[in-house]
């Protein structure tokens, strides 16, 4: 009897489980060897249907579209074909949805839940602890052409006298002061290295990010460089910093920003290009692609008909007008075209919509030679041997050809070896290892940097 009376109750808890809305947030960890990827899934409803957005927070990601939601007898299924991605799951009774998510052929476990999970504690040696041995201050300026606050940390060596400094800019994406990734904070370690040098250091939020104001979606590279500028402005108000020493610190898309703020600049003294892109941008995302698909197994057959359908709609844009109000149309048609019937027209409106947007429209068509030809302050080049995301060699030699054809005479490039695009010691450079790796920074890369600069300053 007490089996019958349990059957039941286990029966009316499954009923009501499976009762239960999907809508809503669901929370939960991607577990990758020797590491945790957070990623949440915002499921909705409405008259088709259910649509969905996910994010990753450890990524600084927010509200990417997901192609395909789909919620029957249930099971929950995802899909983002422009990314390769597939969640697909099981609403249990005990309302967590037991899953598996696969992107590029890769499966990992997944299960989500309405709880606001804990991420496990990872390490991070490298971190620093306050107190720290020197001087902090949480600071702001304006950007007086966007109307937009940005929030930062300036450190210095002490909190009087003049010393040099430096402006550490983010990579693509939204970033706070730290370009806080995989639980990595790479630019609180840089910060920290050099202050301890004697070389201040200017980090802050991007626009939209932390305590930055200002709207992130729709601002393009060149809008961030402006955010860069403001940042020297507010520089040179400082009784602290001497005016004659200022440089900046690019990391990514960060290495294009700053030659950008320094062309033909009498206030910028040197930069330093960290995985610095050199290619146009349409060449370098389609590096870029080649590189990790190849580097996860990818078929070649695959890898060269995703070059030939990208490229096709990378040059649509690029060759595109300034506000071309057809863009959008002119790529789904040619999408579709090259797709057929292996995506559905929501499907390809979703990558149509992904591929167009302001800040994609503008990083392809954006050409780091046109800047770096005018650059004539002292360049140090960094990359790493194994990163797959901006490639060392081609990149690093079309810097410094760029560089070279415009005068510049104070140039120095380096690959790294075995360092990955955070400039972590690593295997492979794939994008999964660097949650994995405890090291946020190769103390080898940290002194290349820092010795560098203080050879400019002294």
Not at 100 to 122: D, H, I
């Amino acid at each position: 009897m007490k089996k019958a009376v349990l059957f039941l109750v286990t029966i009316l808890v499954s009923f009501s489980a499976f009762a239960q809305e999907i809508t809503g947030q669901w929370n939960g960890f991607l577990k990758v060897p020797g590491g945790q990827l957070a990623l949440v899934f915002n499921i909705s409803k409405n008259e088709n249907g259910y649509t969905s957005t996910m994010d990753s927070p450890d990524q600084g990601a927010k509200g990417i579209p997901v192609t395909t939601t789909k919620f029957e007898n249930t099971t929950l299924k995802l899909e983002i074909p422009s990314a390769r991605i597939v969640f697909e799951g099981v609403l249990n009774q005990y309302n967590v949805i037991v899953g598996t998510f696969t992107q590029s052929g890769q499966t990992f476990p997944l299960n989500l839940s309405r709880e606001v999970l804990k991420k496990e504690a990872v390490k991070r040696p490298q971190e620093p602890l306050q107190p720290y041995p020197y001087y902090t201050e949480e600071v702001t300026f304006e950007n007086k052409i966007d109307k937009n606050i940005l929030a930062g940390t300036l450190s210095l060596p002490r909190k009087e006298g003049k010393f040099p400094v430096v402006i550490l800019i983010t990579g693509s994406g939204a970033q706070n002061r730290d370009e806080e990734i995989f639980g990595h904070k790479l630019f609180l370690v840089l910060a920290d290295y050099l202050t301890k040098k004697g070389i201040g250091v200017l980090r802050f939020d991007d626009r939209g990010v932390g305590k930055s104001t200002g709207d992130f979606k729709t601002a393009t590279t060149l809008d961030f460089a402006n955010d860069v500028r403001a940042g020297v402005a507010y520089l040179q108000t400082r009784k602290e910093i001497d005016k004659n020493k200022i440089g900046l610190i690019g990391h990514s898309e960060g290495g294009i920003i700053a030659p950008i703020v320094a062309e033909n600049s009498k206030e910028i003294d040197f930069i330093v290009l960290l995985a610095g892109p050199g290619l146009r941008g349409d060449q370098l995302m389609l590096l870029q692609k080649e590189m990790i698909e190849r580097q996860k197994g990818v078929s070649e057959t695959e890898i060269q008909n995703g070059q030939e359908v990208f490229k096709g709609a990378y040059d649509i844009i690029v060759n595109s007008p300034a506000n071309d109000v057809n863009l959008k149309t002119k790529a789904f048609n040619y999408l579709k075209l090259k797709l057929g019937t292996t995506a559905t027209d929501t499907q390809i409106s979703a990558l149509t919509s992904q591929i167009i947007s302001p800040w994609l429209v503008g990083f392809l068509k954006l050409d780091p030679a046109i800047a770096l030809e005018k650059v004539k302050c002292p360049v140090l080049a960094l990359n790493g041997e194994k990163d797959l995301q901006v490639s060392a060699d081609p990149n690093l030699e079309a810097i410094k050809k760029a560089l070279v054809k415009g005068g510049n005479k104070n140039v120095t490039t380096k690959k790294i070896p075995n360092l990955n695009h955070l400039f972590q010691e690593c295997e492979t450079g794939a994008i999964d290892e660097y949650a994995t790796i405890e090291q946020t920074c190769s103390p080898v890369a940290l002194e290349e940097i820092s010795s560098w600069i203080l050879l400019q300053v002294k």
